[in-house]
């Protein structure tokens, strides 16, 4: 042990001993859950501020949580987005596309067609309902859980799937760990891996937006245990500083892997409370209610774009699957979890809702959930004829050395002709690659 | 290795030619690619309306306006994400960090996102940036004002690493860094900032008005990336180094009158490679000087190319000189400083075996 200053722990000393405090989550596997404690207001309870207003007159809306779709499945009070039933439709048409690709790739990820995947189960609200919300040309920056923006925005799921499978058809060479996209055309941001990375980079994003006096906004996607990464802190300052035309979106989801949010802060205050002490404006809102996402986006994104300001919105929601398929959820936390998460499903909610308005019912959403699932088996056969992970339909060797730098140096030249000769030599006569 | 081998001999003038000292130069890289190219924007802390701790964007703010040249918040983890997502968006920024020591809290972003944007998206996000930043010491900064750290730098696939020595190479480098697609890190030695720095401190600086390497033409030129600067020729043996140590290796062999091929490597990534191997074939011995810390610093890079590539033209081993393990020690910064006794040596050991 390091040396200490004499007497801090010293036999004799009346003074009282500290003691650390490690968070720890109320349920652990086999525990009863009782989420009581958490509170859940009114649908239509919260007030809505003016969009420009100074994030000091909105400081409650911090602690509080927005919610629109009441027990009653009917839409409630002043964040009522009042979206045509076609648009509602759309939204859940979306989101159980999204929840049928996650089950198909989570299935293929456990045939071993590849590597690696993160399903969106729970979550499907705050991507498609928050992209839906902004402008089709404003610019995202995700975390690893936003694929339901991409289906949002109408990126061809074959190139999802062949990024997901690494194989030849995949955009990006098969260098990405799988759900990694990039789409430039979609005006979505190369996935990092790296936790946080997106969130400055986002303010980047809206600062040159602003330098240029465009009127595209960015906004960007980090989860609740990731806003503990410096990052995080860089964002909220430089979206301060210089109001940025940016939205930063916190999907607290209560678990990051094996870890709950307490680890993150979540014991002493809210992750919307986080914008309080940057000065920016920040909303907390309920993360399965559909409603209340697109009606928070969108507040934020019209504060954005009339030069008011960032803002900061916490989306309070559950992760009801694994992190990823590389973890069991069994193995640290209670499986009651999910069947008591006081905010229901987003995609039941919102089914619901349609139905209580008389603009939905059960045979449809049974058809369109059949044909979600059908559609998602087509194009994934379609995308297996480009190849699965690891069964040789991969991109040419060479192809690993390009995009290092713009051009190929020296050191890059030499070392592919090295990674060729080796192919050569472990496959004579096989395909010039 | 490049035509325009610009010596730093001194006592050749005209008179009519301009001489800026390193600062000038690059102030006027700034200028002239700003002024070409609306899509460059200069940041950093006390950049703006203050012109940097060194100066060397002064002026620039009052002519380009405060969103094209502006100061940011003391966090240079954000001033490099930030400037990955300008770049995302078409802009071609030219972040500054006041001091290369301050560069740690921006790697991650240096490292893994803008050195793979280009990789990762497969071209279709690139990170066009420069960071400019002073390095090395004998300014008596102390251990978190004179490292070199560019080895961090050269170890990650996708930076350029380029480190001017001379005015007339900071322009002209500079602007092509500022054009180049790819993320640079741009090394400024700030010991030679006003004057090149013959290894012993206790003489006065010397202004690089009396070089020929401050002659810096008005206007747009560029130093292509990856070409090395024949600075002295020579038979005896091949000496590489980089910044300051250019100038403290071409006092040395002029004290000793050893007849040295002195490259300016220029740009550590990408390498002239063939300059270095044309030296040691022909000289057949090789010196390596930085001022960084030894262990796994770039002259063990540069020592393993030069063995690999040249090793049965080689008459003796190839020596480094380079700073020691340790931190840059305040008091004792010229014990530390790799200056001519330890070069003086190693020049003797290698000429001698």
Request: glycine letters at 8%; one cysteine or more.
């Amino acid at each position: 042990m390091a040396e200490r200053p004499e007497g801090s722990a010293a036999e004799g000393d009346n003074r009282p001993k500290l003691s650390l405090h490690v968070p720890e989550p109320k349920f652990r596997p086999g525990d009863t859950v009782d989420f009581s404690h958490i509170n859940v207001p009114e649908a239509g309870s919260m007030a809505r501020p003016d969009e420009t207003c100074d994030p000091s007159e909105m400081r409650d809306m911090a602690f509080g949580l927005v919610r629109v779709l009441g027990e009653d499945n009917q839409a409630h009070g002043a964040w009522n987005p009042k979206l045509d039933p076609d648009t509602l439709r759309k939204m859940l048409g979306h989101m159980a596309m999204t929840r049928a690709f996650d089950e198909r790739m989570f299935r293929g990820q456990r045939q071993g067609k590849t590597s690696f995947y993160m399903k969106c189960t729970g979550e499907e609200a705050t991507s498609v309902s928050a992209s839906m919300a902004l402008a089709a040309d404003d610019m995202v920056f995700p975390s690893y859980r936003q694929q339901g923006i991409l289906i949002q925005r109408g990126y061809p799921m074959i190139e999802m799937i062949n990024q997901i499978y690494s194989n030849k058809g995949d955009k990006l060479k098969g260098r990405q760990l799988p759900i990694m996209y990039s789409s430039r055309e979609h005006s979505f941001f190369t996935i990092s891996g790296n936790l946080a990375t997106q969130t400055p980079q986002a303010v980047g994003w809206a600062m040159a937006s602003a330098m240029k006096g465009d009127s595209r906004i960015a906004a960007t996607w980090v989860g609740e245990g990731s806003t503990a990464e410096g990052d995080f802190h860089s964002a909220c300052t430089f979206a301060t500083v210089y109001n940025a035309p940016v939205i930063l979106n916190i999907i607290n989801n209560q678990w990051a892997i094996s870890s709950f949010s307490g680890f993150a802060g979540a014991e002493r205050t809210t992750f919307a409370a986080r914008a309080l002490g940057y000065g920016l404006a920040g909303l907390r809102v309920d993360g399965n209610d559909a409603l209340a996402c697109y009606a928070a986006e969108r507040w934020a994104a019209n504060r954005a774009r009339a030069n008011a300001g960032p803002t900061l919105i916490e989306f309070f929601t559950y992760r009801a699957e694994g992190h990823s398929t590389s973890d069991d959820p069994t193995g640290y936390r209670s499986a009651q979890e999910r069947t008591e998460w006081p905010l229901g499903d987003p995609v039941t909610r919102l089914k619901d809702h349609l139905i209580a308005i008389g603009e939905w019912d059960e045979d449809r959403q049974e058809k369109m959930d059949l044909e979600a699932a059908e559609h998602v088996k087509k194009v994934t056969k379609e995308a297996e004829a480009n190849g699965i992970l690891g069964h040789g339909l991969h991109h040419p060797f060479r192809t690993m050395f390009e995009d290092v730098f713009e051009e190929l140096p020296w050191h890059l030249k030499e070392q592919s002709k090295q990674a060729i000769r080796e192919r050569e030599i472990k496959f004579p006569g096989g395909l010039d690659q | 290795m490049s035509a325009d081998a610009n010596t730093c001999q001194s006592n050749v003038s005209s008179g009519t030619e301009r001489r800026l000292n390193m600062i000038e130069a690059i102030n006027e890289a700034l200028d002239v690619s700003m002024q070409r190219d609306d899509d460059v924007v200069v940041m950093g802390e006390d950049v703006g309306y203050f012109g940097g701790v060194f100066r060397c964007t002064a002026g620039l703010q009052e002519k380009y306006g405060k969103t094209r040249v502006f100061d940011t918040p003391i966090n240079e983890c954000g001033i490099i994400a930030v400037a990955v997502g300008m770049g995302a968006y078409g802009l071609r920024p030219v972040p500054e960090i006041q001091f290369a020591d301050y560069i740690y809290p921006g790697l991650d972003q240096l490292i893994s996102e803008a050195a793979r944007l280009r990789y990762r998206s497969a071209a279709e996000y690139i990170a066009p940036m420069t960071v400019r930043s002073p390095f090395g010491g004998g300014i008596f900064g102390g251990q978190t004002h004179s490292q070199s750290p560019e080895a961090i730098f050269t170890h990650v696939s996708g930076l350029k690493t380029v480190i001017p020595a001379t005015p007339y190479d900071a322009k002209g480098l500079l602007i092509s860094c500022i054009e180049d697609n790819d993320p640079v890190i741009f090394f400024e030695p700030k010991r030679i900032y006003n004057g090149p720095f013959s290894g012993y401190y206790d003489k006065p600086v010397q202004p690089w008005k009396k070089f020929d390497a401050s002659v810096v033409p008005e206007g747009y030129y560029k130093i292509p990336l990856g070409k090395a600067r024949q600075v002295t020729e020579g038979e005896q043996l091949t000496i590489l180094a980089y910044g300051t140590m250019v100038h403290v290796v071409e006092a040395v062999c002029k004290e000793k009158g050893v007849q040295a091929d002195i490259l300016d490597l220029r740009t550590l990534v990408p390498l002239d490679i063939e300059a270095i191997e044309a030296s040691v074939e022909r000289t057949g011995r090789c010196l390596i000087v930085h001022e960084a810390t030894r262990t796994s610093g770039f002259g063990a890079e540069l020592s393993a190319l030069v063995t690999e590539r040249c090793f049965y033209h080689l008459e003796a081993p190839v020596e480094r000189v380079t700073g020691f393990d340790t931190p840059y020690p305040h008091s004792l910064e010229w014990a530390y400083f790799p200056g001519p006794v330890r070069i003086g040596e190693a020049i003797d050991k290698i000429l001698k075996d």
